[in-house]
DNA sequence: CGGTCTCTTGACGGAGTTCAAAGCTAGTGG
DNA sequence: CCACTAGCTTTGAACTCCGTCAAGAGACCG
């Protein structure tokens, strides 16, 4: 039930079998409906989530007070707010499933105790958001160099699974344009 | 003269002498002109940069030719394009130095060396590139959240000095607006 | 089924781009 | 130390991509 994380974690680092048994002792498995928060905007964010099913995403409300998504999250992602992890202060943004999800979470203070017990844990996460923050300098380029209808099938050609899994004006909202300019695009009327 | 470095370690774990003594050898200080590049398009990228004096930024250039900065590093800042150092691949990015620089430039092998020595720099670096990834999620909230005016007063406000550092069309690139528009909105002509 | 999400369509408007030309500034070499 | 030049900034007019609004059509779930 945790194998999705620890063929994760394999993929960059060995652990021993005492580490091994030593992480899952720490680690619960939680299911969480479809559209249930794991974080709030304005709450601090003392946890990190690893979806094993389903899909998540990061989300704000912007002044017009509709949802914009900043982030998906699907099986073997990791998903939080770091820096309000990181600095104890309210976070910008809300958690929220977006599927019937099955996700590992982990609190602040169980990571830390695991990240001392299990060094070869802090290369791990080192070498995870390293790629993370790579990949998001990747979409701020895709953001500043393409026009909305290239965003929409780049995205398509990387994903084309995916694609059914979200509602259109999440993704919309995510690529950075409408679901109603979405709707064109898809009907070819642009 | 490595110092500002040890200083921002420091500020995340802390370093027995041995362990200082045996980062200092491996370290070495370059001093780059401004406006030299550090990392071309297509390039794979295998240097991390710590800049201790000056200001480097990381920009691509688009389909009408026009360069757009993504990034900007200044004091105390590592910059390197984390994908292609990760998975030995081309990069799809320009590092380039906007001020004269000192800088302290590390090689993959002396890193993944240093990583294995001081296993307490896993953790650093682990730190350090989930807070960039944090600052990563907020400028892309902040992209998606305000108008090209917005952006333009939010950033002087928070980084009033840095404005005076760089030329304004390669701010103007960074808040993704044209040069021409920041010179109407610093005229207030907007 | 009934109501609430979600998606589509068209008309209109506006934030920001593009282009071209002129004005300014700073660095460089004589 | 001045003059020259290349790079940077400003300005205005025309244009365009995409947002907004409003209304209707589906689709899904209880």
């Known amino acids: ?3 999705p994380l620890f ?4 993929k960059f680092v060995t652990l021993e079998p005492s580490e091994i048994d030593l992480l899952q002792s720490c680690l619960k498995l939680a299911k969480i409906k479809k ?3 794991l974080l709030q905007e304005g709450q601090v964010c003392n946890t990190i989530y690893f979806i094993t099913k389903g899909c998540a995403r990061q989300y704000i409300i912007n002044s017009k007070g509709t949802e914009q998504t900043l982030q998906f999250a699907i099986e073997n ?3 939080t707010d770091y820096l309000s992890y990181h600095n104890t202060t309210p976070s910008h943004f809300y958690i929220q499933t977006v599927e019937n999800c099955e ?4 609190e602040k203070n169980t990571l830390e105790s695991l990240l001392i017990e299990i060094p070869k844990l802090e290369r791990y996460f080192r070498i995870v958001s390293q790629k993370s923050f790579g ?3 990747m979409r701020i380029k895709f953001l500043f160099t393409m026009s909305a209808e290239e965003r929409y099938h780049h995205f398509n050609n990387l994903n084309p699974d995916f694609v059914q899994r979200v509602p259109q004006y999440m993704l919309a909202s995510y690529l ?3 679901a109603e300019f979405m709707s064109k695009i898809r009907a070819g009327k642009v």
């Open 1 to 3: 039930m945790f194998t």
């Open 7 to 10: 063929d994760h974690i394999q």
């Open 35 to 37: 559209k249930e928060h």
């Open 77 to 79: 992602w990791w998903i």
């Open 103 to 106: 996700l590992i979470a982990i």
């Open 135 to 137: 990949a998001a300098q």
């Open 176 to 178: 950075d344009f409408s």
